[in-house]
């Protein structure tokens, strides 16, 4: 591969792996965020632990496995992976459904690791990188970065740039992660951008889409948390976009959530490998969709594998009746598993606090919350029922 092409993007290579380490050792801010995380390892070990570190893989294997290791034992009741005996000796380029910001690629990596997988690069938007050492961090830690907020001529040259890397490095054999939409779903209904794929079809040697996109070996991935930690901010910028003409979500927002994501509760948590993309194409008829139409019918294939994977937990029948105004799905679920939930529900609405001028709407916020726990249910019994 050359590098150099792909310099402001891509992860960081073996001889610039040292000076960045030495770099990062001194930056106070990474010392505050590490240690907010409360690991049992104190900071003073962290240099110790990095001591020869050499290339990307080996710090991923070192410390961001360890500190997602510490999420999982602290943060969540159980973690899991299902590959659904998919071979891990090859490569792949894993789509998910995007419900955390940091932790879907980094609890996916981890377990993919344990599963004998080869760890997979992170695709990581560059409206992230709120200073410069962040930017740093991520590609020491294996992520390519999306350029963001481009306008004209520079979209189109950042998406050939950024599909050009991704067809080399799995040219070569190398993991890749990427979400199936920019930003989270934040009502939980995850659908695969079109425009993603598109972007992911540049790269390819083939005008035809279904070609181009073939050498990536596409997986889509379903990620389900019982419980998002986020859900109450979620809802609390579904009111502000509703309510604040001209909206826009700050960086000290992204970083809220971000912190917000990592330290809070989860609950259980599921990973699930899909069907390739390949298998699902070939099980379709894509040979009579037009040329045109073809991006939103990989991505409604893609959608429906998704939703097919789903992990679902009390709380989302919960919500599903909740919202419906009726009990259809009680079997999933007990009279104390309802009022637990209906006591977490009232608990997240206090949570929201809203600039001076606004008033929280109850009623409002209550139905952003239901719709992002009944979602997944309500998407999964569509998939499944067609067949």
Same mark, same amino acid.
């Given at each position: 591969m050359n590098y150099e092409k792909y310099h402001d993007i891509r992860p960081l290579i073996a001889s610039e792996v040292p000076g960045a380490i030495a770099q990062l050792l001194t930056v106070p801010a990474l010392r505050h965020a590490y240690e907010q995380l409360q690991v049992e390892m104190p900071w003073e070990g962290v240099a110790q632990m990095l001591e020869g570190c050499d290339s990307v893989d080996e710090f991923k294997r070192r410390l961001g496995y360890y500190l997602v290791k510490q999420v999982m034992k602290h943060r969540c009741s159980s973690v899991h992976l299902d590959t659904q005996g998919l071979p891990p000796e090859r490569q792949y380029t894993f789509i998910s459904n995007h419900r955390d910001i940091i932790l879907d690629s980094a609890f996916l990596n981890v377990l993919l690791h344990d599963a004998g997988f080869g760890l997979p690069q992170i695709a990581i938007g560059d409206n992230?990188? !709120?200073?410069? $050492?962040?930017?740093?961090?991520?590609?020491?830690?294996?992520?390519?970065?999306?350029?963001?907020?481009?306008?004209?001529?520079e979209v189109l040259l950042a998406a050939k740039q950024l599909s050009e890397y991704m067809h080399d490095a799995a040219a070569e054999g190398i993991n890749l992660w990427i979400a199936q939409r920019e930003g989270r779903a934040k009502d939980s209904t995850d659908r695969t951008q079109p425009?993603?794929?598109?972007?992911?079809?540049?790269?390819?040697?083939?005008?035809?889409?279904?070609?181009?996109?073939?050498?990536?070996?596409?997986?889509?991935?379903?990620?389900?948390?019982?419980?998002?930690?986020?859900?109450?901010? =979620?809802? $609390?910028?579904? %009111?502000?976009?509703?309510?604040?003409?001209?909206?826009r979500k700050s960086g000290a927002e992204d970083a809220l959530n971000m912190a917000t994501g990592v330290l809070g509760y989860?609950?259980?948590?599921?990973?699930?490998?899909?069907?390739?993309?390949? %298998?699902?194409?070939?099980?379709s008829s894509?040979?009579?969709?037009?040329?045109?139409? !073809?991006?939103?019918?990989?991505?409604?294939?893609?959608?429906?594998?998704?939703?097919?994977?789903?992990?679902?937990?009390?709380?989302?029948?919960?919500? $599903?009746d909740l919202f419906l105004g009726r009990e259809e799905h009680a079997?999933?679920?007990?009279?104390?598993?309802?009022? %637990?939930?209906?006591?977490?529900?009232? %608990?997240?609405?206090?949570?929201?606090?809203?600039?001076?001028?606004?008033?929280?709407?109850?009623?409002?916020?209550?139905?952003?919350? !239901?719709?992002?726990?009944?979602?997944? /249910?309500?998407?999964? /019994?569509?998939?499944? =029922?067609?067949?």
């Open positions: 992230l990188m !709120l200073q410069p $050492w962040v930017e740093t961090l991520v590609k020491l830690n294996g992520s390519f970065i999306v350029r963001r907020g481009l306008e004209g001529r425009a993603l794929l598109k972007m992911l079809g540049i790269g390819g040697r083939s005008r035809n889409l279904v070609e181009a996109l073939r050498p990536l070996s596409i997986v889509p991935v379903t990620c389900s948390y019982e419980y998002d930690p986020c859900d109450y901010l =979620k809802a $609390w910028e579904m %009111q502000m976009k509703r309510d604040v003409p001209h909206y989860k609950g259980r948590v599921t990973m699930r490998l899909g069907r390739p993309l390949s %298998q699902l194409i070939e099980e894509w040979q009579e969709t037009p040329d045109k139409e !073809l991006p939103d019918f990989i991505a409604s294939l893609m959608d429906e594998e998704i939703h097919r994977g789903y992990e679902l937990y009390p709380c989302n029948y919960i919500a $599903w079997q999933h679920y007990s009279s104390e598993d309802k009022q %637990q939930f209906e006591e977490y529900l009232s %608990q997240r609405i206090g949570k929201i606090r809203l600039p001076e001028g606004l008033t929280p709407d109850v009623g409002f916020l209550r139905r952003c919350l !239901l719709e992002m726990y009944a979602n997944p /249910a309500i998407n999964f /019994a569509q998939a499944t =029922k067609r067949g």
